[in-house]
């Protein structure tokens, strides 16, 4: 076991200065992120809250923006789901058509494990500043914007094609909006080398 040990850390040593950096940066920054978001804002829904009710609100926009209606609305709901003999409350923010439920946006929905998944790997990354401030707040807003057609699509999904709901919410959306996020960090990236000094370019 120490010998499987000592060789594991060997290993580590043979990986170039600046790709360990970046790793131990990741780790941190993973580490800090699960620490505050689980001991302080998880259960009070401190930034979840928020933003699930944003993410309904602006989906609702978006789709009596493609109808050129107003029949769409979205508000703060508490689900009952019946879970082995038991009912748990899951808030949601609710999307209605004339006041008749059409989806549910959980937490789990809302984006912002995607926000740090980007964000994370930006600060990590040997950049400017100012380079990583452009394209976190410019970042952020794309991956929202995706977010909500995301959720505006399973609307119209669930109403006219409700066959492909389950396969577009589980694979077609989630490569979609994986794909913005992989993207992103191509361009980003285009101006770093790990073994210059940091490109300060914007």
């Not at 789709?63 to 107003?70: I, V």
């Not at 809302?110 to 790997?121: C, H, S, T």
Request: charged letters at 15%; hydrophobic letters at 50%.
């Amino acid at each position: 076991m120490t010998g499987a040990i000592g060789r594991f850390f060997d290993s580590l040593s043979t990986i170039p200065k600046p790709i360990r950096s970046f790793l131990q940066r990741a780790l941190l920054i993973v580490i800090v992120w699960k620490v505050l978001y689980l001991g302080f804002w998880a259960y009070p829904r401190t930034l979840d809250a928020p933003l699930t009710n944003l993410v309904g609100e602006h989906s609702a926009w978006m789709l009596n923006q493609l109808t050129g209606s107003s029949e769409y609305s979205a508000r703060p709901y508490i689900y009952d789901i019946p879970f082995e003999g038991e009912i748990q409350v899951s808030p949601v923010s609710r999307i209605d058509k004339n006041g008749e439920k059409i989806l549910h946006i959980a937490d789990g929905c809302n984006g912002l494990e995607l926000f740090v998944l980007y964000v994370g790997f930006l600060l990590a990354m040997p950049a400017s500043a100012r380079r990583k401030l452009l394209f976190i707040v410019a970042g952020m807003a794309i991956i929202h914007a995706v977010n909500v057609l995301r959720c505006a699509g399973l609307c119209i999904l669930i109403q006219r094609w409700r066959e492909h709901f389950d396969l577009a919410h589980h694979y077609i959306f989630k490569v979609m909006i994986y794909s913005v996020i992989f993207l992103l960090w191509v361009k980003f990236s285009q101006k770093i080398t790990f073994t210059k000094e940091p490109d300060h370019a914007v």
